[in-house]
């Protein structure tokens, strides 16, 4: 008798809360299945989870695909419908978060002597360079990181980006 005790005292269930068929505090990845605009939110891209649990992703488009952690699951007072409060989980690549919007300013410019185009650069995470074509030192951009890789005529990591407004 006293071994089965030991056994049970050394045990420890850890049981995940989930609500509406929703384990809260769990990294998942959802897709978006649909878009829609709201005068007061503006456009979204809406993903289900669950039992139903709507998610809200800003400026999603149809098919693109989000990790997310949910931290809880409520109803919406206006809708009726069940809505999840979540947070964004970033892929990192060399120190940038990659789909989040990251506000940068321009330190230097580059003269590209292939193209003759001039571009602003900035260094951000991790040495990763961005070049952003006529931009100016000093000025200052929210951009998007879809990639960073290794540039075939540098050798030095460049973001494939895209700027925001």
């Given at each position: 008798m006293?071994?089965?005790?030991?056994?049970?005292?050394?045990?420890?269930?850890?049981?995940?809360?989930?609500?509406?068929?929703?384990?809260l505090g769990k990294?998942?990845?959802?897709t978006?299945?649909?878009?829609?605009?709201?005068?007061?939110?503006?456009?979204?891209?809406?993903?289900?989870i669950g039992?139903?649990?709507e998610?809200?992703v800003?400026?999603?488009?149809?098919g693109e695909k989000?990790k997310?952690?949910?931290?809880?699951?409520v109803?919406?007072?206006?809708t009726?419908?069940?809505e999840a409060?979540?947070?964004?989980?970033?892929?990192?690549?060399e120190?940038?978060?990659?789909?989040?919007?990251?506000?940068?300013?321009?330190?230097s410019e580059y003269l590209?002597?292939?193209?003759?185009r001039?571009?602003?650069l900035?260094?951000?995470?991790?040495?990763?360079?961005?070049?952003?074509?006529?931009?100016k030192v000093?000025?200052?951009?929210?951009?998007?990181?879809k990639?960073?890789e290794?540039?075939?005529?540098?050798?030095?990591?460049?973001?494939d980006?895209?700027?925001?407004?």
């Open positions: 006293s071994v089965a005790l030991m056994l049970v005292v050394g045990v420890s269930l850890v049981f995940a809360e989930t609500k509406e068929g929703v384990e990294t998942m990845e959802v978006i299945t649909q878009t829609m605009e709201n005068a007061q939110i503006g456009k979204n891209g809406v993903a289900i039992n139903g649990v998610v809200y800003t400026n999603a488009k149809k989000y997310i952690v949910v931290k809880n699951v109803k919406n007072v206006a009726g419908k069940m409060q979540f947070d964004r989980v970033y892929d990192v690549k120190g940038v978060e990659l789909g989040k919007v990251i506000e940068v300013t321009i330190t590209n002597t292939y193209t003759k001039k571009s602003g900035v260094v951000i995470g991790n040495g990763v360079e961005v070049y952003i074509t006529n931009a000093g000025e200052k951009y929210k951009i998007v990181v990639a960073v290794v540039s075939t005529f540098s050798g030095k990591f460049e973001a980006f895209t700027v925001v407004k």
